[in-house]
């Protein structure tokens, strides 16, 4: 086990990268009660407060870089207590003494060299898009709105599915888009999360560079973690951001996008964290699926306020998990258990971490993993 530190430097520390909420905290546990790990494995966020509280650091432990900064405690805390800013604040420090899981590790130079977590090349960013005709603002064209991919839809082959699929539905309902081609870089939200300050602040300042050289006022991101980075935490007011989901409600709203085909399936829908519990969108993603002509909408066990975290959030998508640890095999479970036959989500993470269990847990004759724009764009088709 390593050295404890144990003096009013360790408070400060902590006090100084962000994390001066456990002061509030008056230790009643239920942030410890309402926290996803606690349903697979052991894990106290009111221990790690207490320990903050008086200076306990114990840089050796897991425990650090376990939250998936999923906001349930927060959300459950009667004093207003932000853990992840606590969290956050611990793996701040030990990112500056050079304490980072090796897989973290090399997800963040990934991102300082290649712009994206997984280390695929940067000019192969937009390889995605080849032949579907969308603008590319960096080779002089025009578009009065950007959409932001991120990283995983830039890259990751099901996702590209995804990026693919929205790209079809604005095209179908006229939708004037663009993107940032090879230049757009990694949002920064998780690497926040990872405690790496001094990267993230330059990750913003060369996508805000971007979006003023490119004359940006509209964005539409794909991911609820570029979301949530690019409206709250990049500071210009000027920009307004969307998640796709939004965007696409106010097209159904306004009958600029309507939906020739059916859908004959059970779907329930998976609330990304950073999208519900973060961002309060709960309502236009079930609205979309409202109005698909023949599919019925179920709710699982933990909806909206409540659901369960898919474990892919705050760099855990860069940290193995044991499989009788992951939380997106319970939430498999639990969309089998109301009887769906798609799930279907908003988030690239989310995607990725239940298209895994459904895998390994055998049950993709049971259950399909979807996003929404996938089945919008499927009932859109002629
Ligand atoms: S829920 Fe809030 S007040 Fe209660 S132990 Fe957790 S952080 Fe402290
Ligand atoms: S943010 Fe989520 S994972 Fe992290 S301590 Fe809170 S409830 Fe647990």
């Known amino acids: 086990m390593e050295a404890k530190v144990l003096c009013k ?12 909420a456990f002061r509030l905290c008056f230790q009643c546990g239920l942030c410890t009660a309402s926290c996803p790990w606690n349903n697979v494995r052991t894990f106290m966020p009111h221990k790690i407060i207490t320990q903050s509280k008086f ?6 432990v897991e425990d650090w870089w376990l939250c998936t900064t999923c906001n349930m405690c927060f959300s459950r805390c009667p004093r207003g207590v932000s853990t992840i800013d606590i969290m956050v604040a611990l793996r701040r420090i030990l990112v500056e003494e050079g304490r980072v899981p090796i897989t973290l590790r090399d997800a963040l130079e990934a991102v300082f060299k290649q712009g994206n977590p997984w280390g695929r090349a940067r000019n192969k960013r937009s390889e995605w898009a080849a032949g579907l005709g969308i603008r590319d603002v960096t080779q002089g064209d025009k578009a009065d709105m950007l959409l932001y991919v991120g990283c995983a839809p830039s890259y990751d082959p099901r996702v590209q599915k995804v990026s693919k699929a929205l790209v079809n539905i604005f095209s179908k309902a006229g939708i004037d888009v663009g993107i940032l081609g090879n230049e757009e870089t990694c949002c920064g939200n998780e690497v926040r999360r990872m405690g790496e300050k001094g990267l993230f602040e330059m990750l913003v300042e060369h996508n805000l560079e971007l979006f003023h050289k490119y004359s940006i006022n509209h964005i539409v991101t794909i991911s609820p973690h570029c979301y949530n980075a690019l409206k709250n935490e990049y500071q210009d ?24 085909n059916h859908f004959e399936k059970v779907v329930t829908y998976h609330d990304p964290c950073y ?12 609205r979309i699926l409202k109005r698909i002509p023949g599919l019925k909408l179920v709710e699982m066990l933990d909806y909206r306020e409540n659901s369960l975290c898919c474990g892919g959030g705050g760099g855990r998508m860069w940290v193995e998990t044991a499989k009788e640890e ?12 109301v009887g769906a036959k798609v799930l279907v989500t908003s988030c690239p993470f989310c995607m990725l971490n239940l298209e895994d269990s459904l895998l390994t ?22």
């Open 9 to 20: 430097e360790a408070v400060d520390m902590i006090k100084n990268a962000g994390g001066e």
């Open 55 to 60: 200076g306990l650091v114990d840089r050796g």
């Open 237 to 260: 007011n000027k920009i307004e951001v969307k998640h796709y989901t939004q965007f696409l409600a106010e097209l159904v709203d306004t009958g600029k996008l309507a939906f020739s």
């Open 275 to 286: 999208l519900g519990r973060h961002n309060g969108v709960y309502d236009e993603p079930r």
């Open 326 to 337: 992951r939380f997106s095999d319970l939430r498999v479970n639990q969309a089998v258990e």
């Open 361 to 382: 847990m055998d049950k993709g004759d049971e259950l399909e993993i979807k996003d929404i724009s996938e089945i919008v764009q499927e009932v859109t088709e002629k």
